[in-house]
């Protein structure tokens, strides 16, 4: 039986696992995640680093290839933007062989929180 490892219990945690070029590369996705969004809480969901204000903000994962980026976004220019790092299910991919694009993926963090408000402010009026 093959011994499943200890799931990250800090995004420090989570991040030092992978090799220096990835940690670099992750770290740089978490600090473009907290300048779009200061105030979002910080925490480990589904062994992913993983953003929380008003609901869900954001998860990303490293894996093989790319850096993953979930949940998807509603808004329709952005997602013109986003279409070449369109993956399954509505994630986004980014290719760990091309630049990373931190300042699309800030302007993710500030529409999925849009997304949050606007949702938040409907269920306060019910």
Request: hydrophobic residues 40%.
């Amino acid at each position: 039986m093959e011994h499943t490892p200890e799931p990250p219990q800090s995004i420090d945690e989570y991040i030092a696992a992978f090799s220096p070029e990835i940690a670099a590369v992750l770290q740089k996705v978490r600090e473009a995640v907290r300048s779009a969004a200061p105030e979002a809480e910080e925490r480990i969901s589904y062994r992913m680093p993983a953003y929380f204000q008003d609901g869900v903000v954001v998860y990303f994962a490293a894996f093989r290839k790319h850096i993953g980026v979930y949940p998807p976004v509603s808004d329709e220019k952005l997602k013109i933007a986003l279409e070449p790092f369109a993956g399954p299910k509505g994630n986004l991919q980014f290719p760990l062989a091309e630049a990373i694009p931190y300042a699309l993926i800030r302007r993710v963090v500030k529409a999925r929180l849009r997304e949050n408000r606007q949702k938040r402010d409907a269920r306060a009026k019910t």
